[in-house]
Nanobody, 118 residues
Framework: QVQLVESGGGTVQTGGSLRLSCAASGIIFGSNALGWHRQAPGKQRELVAAITSGGSTNYADSVKGRFTVFRDNAKNAVYLQMNSLKPEDTAVYYC????????????WGQGTQVTVSS
């Protein structure tokens, strides 16, 4: 069982920055990925950024060059540094975990709200 707890959300003006954190606990072993997803009102949840246990990353086109995902394997933590925030980045952001032998994220955090005001 893996537990994920996000923190760091809040309200920021356009152009501002936020850093989200996700603390993972429980059984974490083998090759895995930690991903940040977001869901805005009335929209489907989308993958924003992900990082594998080996350090490989991928980003949604909409955040490339603005967001950076990184992790501290010793602390079982993953972070999302968000710069140059836009109103369209407003959403609930979720941390999620999956093993690399599947494409399905099997554990999710409770989410943290990010609001970007214009």
């Amino acid at each position: 069982q893996v537990q994920l707890v996000e923190s760091g959300g809040g309200t920021v003006q356009t152009g501002g920055s936020l850093r989200l954190s996700c603390a993972a606990s429980g059984i974490i072993f083998g090759s895995n990925a930690l991903g940040w997803h977001r869901q805005a009102p009335g929209k489907q949840r989308e993958l924003v950024a992900a990082i594998t246990s080996g350090g490989s990353t991928n980003y949604a086109d909409s955040v490339k060059g603005r967001f950076t995902v990184f992790r501290d394997n010793a602390k079982n933590a993953v972070y999302l540094q968000m710069n140059s925030l836009k109103p369209e980045d407003t959403a609930v952001y979720y941390c999620a975990y999956r093993r690399l032998d599947t494409s399905v994220y099997s554990y999710w955090g409770q989410g943290t709200q990010v609001t970007v005001s214009s």
